[in-house]
């Protein structure tokens, strides 16, 4: 969806998906030049939150993570992520979708956070050209 001075906004069925509530802080991974910058600017409207870089030293509710094939050990990176996660704490892994450049396996997806210690508890597109998989701690679903 596009506004009359050509900026993108993002269907509000999308952000509902994400489940966000006002004041989650959501600490913000692996953001480059292709990042959806619409969706990122509609969930710090749904939180009324600014998202927080790699280096924030405190305890978050959230992490947006975003992944492209051929980045860091996937595994690894979600072991990471989850250092400053607060309990109950939801990963959304955000990768290129289908049929683009960076797009990762849904096998591969579900092989690392398997062995981070997460379970996916759904996938749905999320903005242009990315798919979300929400990630959440095994023996615990939303």
Do not use: N
Request: net charge negative.
């Amino acid at each position: 969806m596009a506004t009359e001075d050509g900026a993108r906004t993002v269907d509000t069925g999308i952000i509902d998906r994400f489940g966000l509530e006002r004041g989650t802080i959501l600490q913000e991974f692996g953001y480059d030049d292709d990042a959806d910058d619409a969706l990122r600017a509609a969930i710090v409207d749904a939180t009324g939150e600014e998202l927080v870089d790699e280096d924030f030293g405190d305890v978050t509710d959230g992490v947006l993570l975003w992944f492209r094939d051929g980045d860091d050990d996937l595994a690894d990176l979600l072991m990471d992520v989850q250092a400053l996660l607060d309990d109950g704490g939801t990963v959304w892994l955000l990768t290129p979708k289908a049929g683009t450049t960076g797009h990762v396996l849904p096998g591969d997806i579900q092989e690392s956070s398997s062995l981070a210690g997460l379970h996916a508890t759904s996938t749905f597109m999320a903005g242009e050209g990315w798919s979300c998989t929400q990630l959440g701690e095994k023996g615990r679903s939303k």
